[in-house]
């Protein structure tokens, strides 16, 4: 008998083994398989969108494994997973990336600010009467060019939602201002893109979405000393997640009930796939204009918010030779968008070669559903 259950035993661990390492494989292969989000559109395989989505996680058991390596002193297992982190380091920093503050800002950097301020909730002051508090954070921020998306405002005055003119007066120390009405405007309010500088904006043009209405990018020509530059910003087609979506999930976080996975992954897969092919055919569209006003000026910032991952075709088709200020000079994940547990970095300020950007850093205040990113960035003489 001892024997037998020595053998058994011995069968039991070496199943383990087998099942550890197959397990190990397979998410090794998913690590490599959503770096491919970056440069296969969703028009024509969208699993990988999926696992770029999922990038974090499918990482984070990864480096489980590597522990566990060092650990068992396996150290075959532990080069594997060393080689395959190294071949998938590029989406790693830029998703993780890690920067010191630099304490001394060069003198005339710009200091840049892109928020997604959902239609400033809908209100001009806030329950206790006081200022909204995004105007306010807006003001004290100092930023030189703050591009707003989801921006909203009443062409007649209610005395709730501020009008274009009120916003003008409470944002005065923005001399120059300018905003582009997406489809979604009506006779009533507007809705859309802006851009307030402290620099002179002398040309606004919008690039066409075609059959959307909350959607778009615009192009503000600034000129910055004898300079010109080119800011585009833009508001990507969002997910499609509806409150009861996130009820679904932060329930299925509280309660972990396995039944509601598969209602979840049918909501992903409905609605998260639709948005995907949208935003890269809206992607598509603007690097083409990008492109071409890269040419017509001094130096390009693109920015906004893509509703996008940095591990994803969207982020990495409008990047293109672009710098991503955060992932070259902030620090950690960078959530920008924080709802309801959904936690994702997702807005972004992208430049040129002719920029350097310095300490980019998520400001961590609650008022919209985005959290603000803000930026210094050195124009080269």
């Not at 009467?129 to 707003?148: H, L």
């Not at 890269?280 to 130096?299: C, F, G, I, P, R």
Request: hydrophobic share 40%; with cysteine; glycine share 4%.
């Amino acid at each position: 008998m001892p024997a037998r259950n020595k053998i058994k035993s011995a069968n039991y661990k070496r199943i383990l083994k087998y099942i550890i390492f197959g397990t190990n494989v397979v998410a090794l292969l998913l690590l490599i398989a959503s770096s491919f989000a970056w440069t296969v559109s969703p028009n024509e395989h969208i699993v990988f969108s999926y696992l770029g989505l999922f990038f974090p996680f499918v990482l984070a058991v990864n480096i489980a494994y590597l522990i566990l390596w060092i650990i068992s002193f396996n150290w075959k297992l532990l080069l594997i997973s060393l080689c395959v982190l190294a071949f998938c380091w590029k989406p790693i920093k830029t998703y993780f990336p890690f920067h010191f503050i630099t304490k001394d800002i060069p003198k005339g950097s710009i200091k840049f600010l892109t928020y997604n301020v959902r239609g400033f909730n809908g209100t001009l002051k806030d329950k206790n009467g006081n200022s909204n508090p995004i105007f306010t954070y807006i003001r004290d921020s100092k930023a030189d060019i703050v591009c707003i998306q989801e921006f909203v405002a009443m062409r007649n005055h209610d005395g709730n939602i501020a009008t274009k003119a009120e916003l003008k007066k409470i944002l005065r120390h923005y001399p120059y201002q300018s905003v582009v009405g997406l489809a979604a405007s009506n006779k009533f309010s507007i809705y859309g893109l802006a851009c307030y500088s402290k620099y002179p904006i002398i040309k606004t043009f919008k690039i066409p979405f075609s059959g959307n209405t909350f959607n778009g990018s615009a192009i503000f020509r600034i000129k910055i000393n004898d300079k010109v530059i080119s800011v585009v910003n833009n508001h990507l087609e969002s997910n499609k997640i509806t409150s009861e979506d996130k009820q679904l999930y932060q329930q299925f976080l509280e309660k972990k009930n396995s039944d509601m996975i598969g209602s979840i992954a049918h909501n992903i897969r409905n609605r998260l796939g639709v948005a995907y092919r949208l935003r890269a055919s809206q992607v598509d569209s603007v690097a083409l204009y990008v492109a071409k006003e890269k040419t017509q000026t001094d130096a390009m910032i693109v920015c906004g918010d893509f509703n996008d991952t940095p591990i994803s075709y969207a982020y990495h088709k409008m990047k293109n030779d672009l710098y991503d200020s955060y992932a070259e000079t902030g620090r950690g994940p960078g959530i920008t968008y924080h709802e309801n547990h959904f936690l994702f970095r997702i807005d972004y300020i992208l430049h040129d070669d002719n920029f350097k950007a310095y300490n980019a850093k998520v400001g961590k205040k609650p008022y919209s559903d985005h959290y603000p990113l803000m930026t210094y960035l050195k124009l080269n003489d």
